[in-house]
């Protein structure tokens, strides 16, 4: 792998300069694809939407976190001043972000068949513990298929209130159900 592609692959945008912005991007629509044709390939009988509830438990910042934390990713980072001292290494969406990168990077140097090696290897725990369809369904869509299949309609919901900030905001909502 050539060590300039490397170095951008791991090098946060605080760091001022050439960064991993690009090659996340990159990596994101790789690994989307390589864990989209892996679910597809083992699930011939499940639906898209099962396939898509999937592929977004497999996907997402905080699995991807994680699999960075289990390669010491971070501790590879190259990070500005500002990210270094607040512990940047340990973030989440830097983790996440940085292994996106890798396998841009990867993919970049060395194809899509060496990227799908990384990437269904850092997975291959998941890919085989995967979770059943129902433990996939948000709480309100199980309350209301629950409902349906005894008979009843479905509830009403009426929103309480809404509390914090705009990005991080909490909701209380009311649940009626008539039986």
Not at 11 to 19: D, E, I, K, L, Y
Not at 69 to 93: I, Q, V, Y
Not at 122 to 137: C, G, Q, R, V
């Amino acid at each position: 792998m050539a060590t300039d592609t490397f170095v951008r692959a791991i090098t946060h945008r605080s760091a001022n300069g050439q960064n991993n912005e690009r090659m996340e991007f990159l990596g994101d629509s790789v690994l989307g694809l390589i864990i989209t044709t892996e679910l597809y390939r083992q699930m011939p009988r499940a639906s898209e939407g099962y396939l898509s509830r999937l592929r977004a438990s497999l996907v997402n910042e905080n699995t991807l976190a994680q699999l960075s934390a289990d390669l010491a990713l971070g501790d590879f980072l190259r990070l500005g001043p500002g990210e270094l001292k607040s512990g940047g290494f340990r973030r989440k969406s830097i983790l996440a972000d940085a292994l996106e990168a890798l396998i841009g990077c990867i993919y970049l140097e060395q194809g899509l068949e060496k990227s799908e090696l990384f990437v269904l290897g850092i997975f291959k725990e998941k890919l085989a513990n995967l979770p059943s369809e129902d433990a996939l369904k948000d709480p309100k869509s199980r309350l209301q298929e629950f409902l349906q299949s005894r008979g009843h309609d479905i509830p009403d919901y009426e929103l309480m209130g809404v509390e914090g900030e705009a990005h991080r905001q909490t909701f209380t909502a009311e649940c009626r159900i008539s039986v």
